[in-house]
T-cell receptor
Framework: GAVVSQHPSRVICKSGTSVKIECRSL??????MFWYRQFPKQSLMLMAT?????????EQGVEKDKFLINHASLTLSTLTVTSAHPEDSSFYIC????????????FGSGTRLTVV | GQQLNQSPQSMFIQEGEDVSMNCTSS?????WLWYKQEPGEGPVLLIA?????ELTSNGRLTAQFGITRKDSFLNISASIPSDVGIYFC?????????????FGTGTLLAVQP
């Protein structure tokens, strides 16, 4: 089945530094990848949609200069949290779409970011 | 962002009991998906529904796509301790460039052995 690998699984960084999270589709090509943020005991909130070779589309209220997304190939998208602050601490999850009808929406295992 | 209304918010049941949860929306979706998320992990797809009225099973899990296309439910029969987790519904509207999933608010399931 389709596998999406997300790395790292956990990261602790100092306030003011930047952190990069990678999302790879291992056995399929993903023209579209999605980045979500999840706070404790809450649902997944879509941050942005990443299309290979073009600029990401950000959801309302998500700062594109803070959450930089790059989708350089059909198997890799990255999310960089720039100048991280403690309020950016959260669980970040990516998903990759193989097809249009939902069966291709495979999720990564998530990244727990803690900013100290 | 938009979310789907999911109920109940949480359930605490005994092993062996059946479980039912549902998801409602004010607008129509063309695809309904049910996911399970365990602590510290990403969601895992359980069942996908593509047609109004469709009833689909995956082992002890059964889900239905509501005839109005505005709701869906998930049943788990004879629950076991490993069913513990948060269950999310997600809706998808075809069309448009992005086909974004809209997630439900989640149902926390706890199963007592």
């Amino acid at each position: 089945g389709a596998v999406v690998s997300q790395h790292p699984s956990r990261v602790i960084c100092k306030s003011g530094t930047s952190v990069k999270i990678e999302c790879r589709s291992l056995d399929f090509q993903a023209t579209t990848m999605f980045w979500y943020r999840q706070f404790p005991k809450q649902s997944l909130m879509l941050m942005a949609t990443s299309n290979e070779g073009s600029k990401a589309t950000y959801e309302q209220g998500v700062e594109k200069d803070k959450f930089l997304i790059n989708h350089a190939s059909l198997t890799l998208s990255t999310l960089t949290v720039t100048s991280a602050h403690p309020e950016d601490s959260s669980f970040y999850i990516c998903s990759a779409a193989m097809g249009q009808r939902g069966y291709g929406y495979t999720f990564g295992s998530g990244t727990r970011l803690t900013v100290v | 962002g938009q979310q789907l209304n999911q109920s109940p918010q949480s359930m605490f049941i005994q092993e062996g009991e059946d479980v039912s949860m549902n998801c409602t929306s004010s607008s129509i979706f063309n695809t309904w998906l049910w996911y399970k998320q365990e602590p510290g992990e990403g969601p895992v797809l359980l069942i996908a529904l593509y047609k109004a009225g469709e009833l689909t099973s995956n082992g002890r899990l059964t889900a239905q796509f509501g005839i109005t296309r505005k709701d869906s439910f998930l049943n788990i029969s004879a629950s076991i301790p490993s069913d513990v987790g948060i269950y999310f519904c997600a809706g998808l509207r075809d069309g448009g460039a992005t086909n974004k999933l809209i997630f439900g608010t989640g149902t926390l399931l706890a199963v007592q052995p």
